[in-house]
């Protein structure tokens, strides 16, 4: 079974740009969680999408942004970027809501 | 408020070490704890522990999970150059699908 997958792997931005990720989830995995990582910060949780509803969604600012998909991939976006975006960003899927997650391989962004 | 926390944060050792990390966690409705090893990319899993007292083996890595002290611990024998990484530690909660991560324990496995 494939896993989870993301595009594009690697990504250059100037500030005030905007820009969309993407993610596919693990076949039949319905639950697709984004998650943005920096240096020193750990792991931070930005939403959640399950069957093309946000369910859950972190401590950002509505800069971020995302959606989901009948096929249940998903789609960050994040518009007028700043310096301070540069993360990787990484997309985790799972069966259900509240189950295992899987993580993809990331995209990491990196604002001039 | 809820928290996870590892130590140490960081640690050194050398080949054929012995090592234990820690992971203490304060979450409402806790669910489950997981165990990630983060090396260049997204992170691996490692375990996820539920139930207290029952450890989980894989290989040179073990963990087991205290609910009653609201902590577990990684251990991992005979260390290797490979084990050198970024361990996570992530308590997941009933209520969300928010996963509240450790700032992780930084392993550097000498040869």
């Known amino acids: 079974k494939a896993g989870v997958t993301q595009t594009p792997r690697y990504l250059i931005k100037t500030r005030g740009q905007q820009v969309t990720l993407s993610c596919s989830p693990i076949?039949?995995?319905?639950?697709v969680s984004w998650y943005q990582q920096t240096p020193g910060q750990g792991l931070q949780f930005l939403f959640e999408?399950?069957?093309?509803?946000?369910?859950n969604k972190g401590n950002f600012p509505g800069r971020f942004s995302g959606r989901q998909f009948s096929n249940s991939r998903s789609e960050m976006n994040v518009s007028t970027l700043e310096l301070g975006d540069s993360a990787l960003y990484l997309c985790?899927?799972?069966?259900?809501?509240?189950?295992?997650?899987?993580f993809g391989p990331g995209t990491r962004l990196t604002v001039l | 408020e809820d928290k996870v926390v590892q130590s140490p944060l960081s640690l050194v050792v050398h080949e054929g070490d012995t090592v234990t990390l820690n992971c203490s966690y304060e979450?409402?409705?806790?669910?489950?704890l997981l165990w990630y090893k983060q090396e260049k990319k997204a992170p691996t899993f490692l375990f996820m522990l539920?139930?207290?007292?029952i450890e989980k083996k894989s290989g040179r890595l073990s963990s087991i999970l205290d609910k009653k002290e609201l902590s577990s611990i990684l251990n991992i024998t005979a260390t290797q150059t490979g084990d050198s990484a970024i361990y996570l530690c992530?308590?997941?909660?009933?209520?969300?699908?928010?996963?509240?991560f450790g700032a992780g324990t930084r392993l550097t496995v000498k040869p």
């Open positions: 985790a899927s799972s069966l259900m809501s509240l189950d295992t997650q899987y």
């Open positions: 076949s039949g995995h319905r639950s």
């Open positions: 999408y399950f069957s093309e509803t946000q369910r």
């Open positions: 979450v409402t409705n806790f669910r489950s």
């Open positions: 539920t139930s207290s007292g």
């Open positions: 992530a308590v997941e909660q009933y209520n969300n699908n928010d996963m509240r």
